[in-house]
């Protein structure tokens, strides 16, 4: 992966940050958003505290830590998915076909969904800022998530968050991406994304890209949001890098300056 140095446009400082590429002025930053037409969205650790960790915590906590089934899943998947973000959803993928499909599956999901649903949990569970950043985008904008969480949970927080569409147990995003621009785009959109892994945010810019460069195509242009625990870590190839408190982005986008 490589970095490159992007102009900060609100420091680094109790979590709240926002990079921009160098050629971005603020003055622009609300027009940017404001153009586009369609938003794609990411869920875990992007929007929120992974759903998909919470269930295995749950799972485990309520007793599944005894479950040899589980103590299987946990040594030779969950383990080693700590530090890396695609052997994470390998693992869940691993544990939704073990403990969420079938039968007895179709019951614990209900029970997650239950859970979920309790107390405002998904409320609880969005990071500072979220809903604000999507109450900003305009209003006629159609939003979905592309996610590797499973159905019940998408539609959860895509309900809460009025995201329109929550499209669930995606493996590959950007060729999921890639079927829903050929498919169901109108020529013409602008894209925005917001993603916080590194390698599937560049696969879909990537896949925008190509679009972008045909003559009749269906995606005029691309911004890009890049999610990230580090503030001084900023990939090659996005518009922004911001922490996961998504109000330094929000008051930008309404004109704010940072000053």
Not at 75 to 86: H, I, P
Not at 115 to 132: S, T
Request: a neutral charge.
């Amino acid at each position: 992966m490589k970095y490159c140095k992007m102009k900060a446009l609100i420091e680094s400082k109790d979590g709240r940050w926002v990079y921009g590429r160098d050629d971005l002025d603020e003055g622009v930053i609300p027009i940017l958003f404001n153009s586009r037409d369609v938003g794609i969205f990411d869920l875990d650790d992007c929007d929120a505290v992974s759903p998909a960790k919470r269930i295995v915590y749950e799972h485990a906590r309520s007793g599944g830590i005894f479950n040899p089934k589980f103590i299987y899943w946990a040594s030779f998947y969950g383990l080693g998915a700590k530090s890396d973000k695609r052997k994470e959803g390998e693992a869940f993928r691993k544990y939704v076909q073990l403990f969420l499909d079938g039968k007895n599956g179709g019951r614990r999901l209900r029970r997650i969904y239950n859970r979920f649903k309790e107390k405002d949990a998904v409320g609880k569970m969005v990071f500072p800022g979220v809903q604000e950043f999507y109450d900003s985008l305009p209003v006629d904008m159609t939003k979905f998530y592309l996610t590797r969480s499973v159905g019940v949970i998408g539609e959860l927080f895509a309900e809460h968050l009025g995201v329109n569409y929550a499209y669930s147990n995606i493996v590959d995003k950007a060729e999921a991406l890639k079927k829903y621009v050929e498919n169901d785009a109108i020529f013409g959109r602008h894209f925005l994304f917001k993603e916080d892994f590194e390698n599937d945010a560049l696969q879909m810019i990537d896949v925008l890209n190509s679009f972008c460069d045909k003559k009749s195509s269906r995606v005029e242009s691309c911004l890009s949001v890049l999610v990230s625990d580090k503030p001084d870590k900023c990939p090659e190839g996005f518009d922004f890098v911001i922490s996961k408190d998504h109000n330094g982005l929000v008051g930008l986008m309404k004109g704010a300056l940072s000053g």
